[in-house]
């Protein structure tokens, strides 16, 4: 009993401490993103406005790392509590780097997308025909598109409150990681999207809701040729096209979520049904979603081996014991 009882403590132990490692990144990560992108703003000349700044940034992260001890009988709880805070706050930081990626000058990457498309056969105005002549999958792709910010919300509180508390740290690392290596890539890939290039009005769609494919052609068209454009978190739009976020995002919601058996199947279906909808209901063209994915596998990846469980002190003996005699149950019974 006494070796059943060390068995649990060493893994425990070991367990925590693999939780308290993707803590300790998520909150360095919230803070370092809040210097780096509003510095980089500054430097670049663009103004912000009605965000959170540095200081008060700051300030909250250092308050959530402060009470966090007195969540320590409630980890899921507190878990759920941190990503939902942490998630929130690099709302703010990640969309002005978006902004910011789009403030290059870089000539506009539309054809380039759009033969790319071409060349993997894709027909864009015929896909939209089919799918907006069937209400049902319309319908299906307007919901599954929707899901996004919902997801994002409650997928990480739910893997915390049931106990996939690592996997719920590793999501929202997993989502900033994304969302910021995505803005470097879309430097180089400016572009209006689908719906303005093939000069689809939504208005015209019979089942398919693609008002969000163009309200944000606005902020991009002044971001991006406009040197004293002002960024207002308060009108801010997802501005970018290539690689799509959605689909990205789409990808880590279903990783995510395979981590617990009666989340699993449901969301992988939602999920496949989102990153398809990114090339339906938004501007995204079908390279925008492949790429979009390609990020994630990456980023996910990636974050996955840097908070990797370690393995427990109990997982492998030392190889000097190796030679040693293992006294078995009857052994120890006598």
Not at 90 to 96: A, E, G, H, M, W
Not at 153 to 170: D, E, K, N, W
Not at 203 to 226: C, M, P, Q, R
């Amino acid at each position: 009993m006494l070796i059943i009882v060390f068995h649990s403590d060493i893994h425990m132990e070991s367990h925590m401490s693999d939780i308290s490692a993707s803590r300790y990144i998520l909150s360095g990560l919230t803070a370092f993103s809040y210097v780096v992108v509003y510095s980089l703003a500054s430097a670049l000349g663009l103004k912000v406005e009605n965000v959170l700044g540095v200081p008060e940034a700051l300030l909250l992260v250092a308050a959530i790392v402060a009470s966090a001890s007195l969540l320590n009988r409630a980890p899921l709880f507190r878990a759920a509590l941190e990503n939902f805070l942490y998630g929130t706050l690099l709302v703010f930081p990640i969309t002005i780097a978006v902004y910011l990626a789009a403030r290059s000058n870089v000539p506009w990457a539309d054809e380039e997308l759009r033969q790319m498309d071409q060349a993997l056969g894709i027909n864009w105005p015929a896909l939209i025909a089919f799918v907006d002549s069937r209400k049902n999958l319309s319908f299906v792709l307007n919901i599954a598109y929707r899901s996004f910010h919902f997801q994002l919300l409650i997928l990480p509180f739910m893997l915390a409150s049931t106990g996939h508390v690592l996997r719920s740290y590793q999501m929202t690392i997993a989502y900033a990681v994304i969302c910021f290596v995505s803005c470097v890539i879309s430097i180089w890939y400016p572009a209006l999207g689908t719906y303005s290039v093939y000069h689809m009005d939504p208005s015209n769609l019979k089942y398919i809701d693609g008002k969000l494919a163009t309200v944000f052609l606005d902020e991009l068209i002044g971001i991006h040729s406009n040197s004293n454009f002002v960024f207002d978190f308060g009108r801010a739009e997802g501005i970018m096209t290539f690689p799509s976020v959605h689909a990205a995002i789409a990808a880590l919601c279903a990783w995510a979520a395979w981590d617990a058996k009666w989340l699993r199947y449901p969301m992988l279906l939602l999920n496949i049904l989102m990153a398809a909808s990114a090339a339906i209901v938004s501007n995204h063209y079908v390279v925008d979603v492949i790429a979009g994915i390609g990020v994630a596998g990456f980023c996910i990846s990636a974050v996955s081996f840097v908070t990797r469980p370690r393995r427990s002190a109990i997982g492998s003996r030392p190889q000097g014991l190796n030679a040693l005699p293992v006294p078995s149950i009857s052994d120890i019974s006598a």
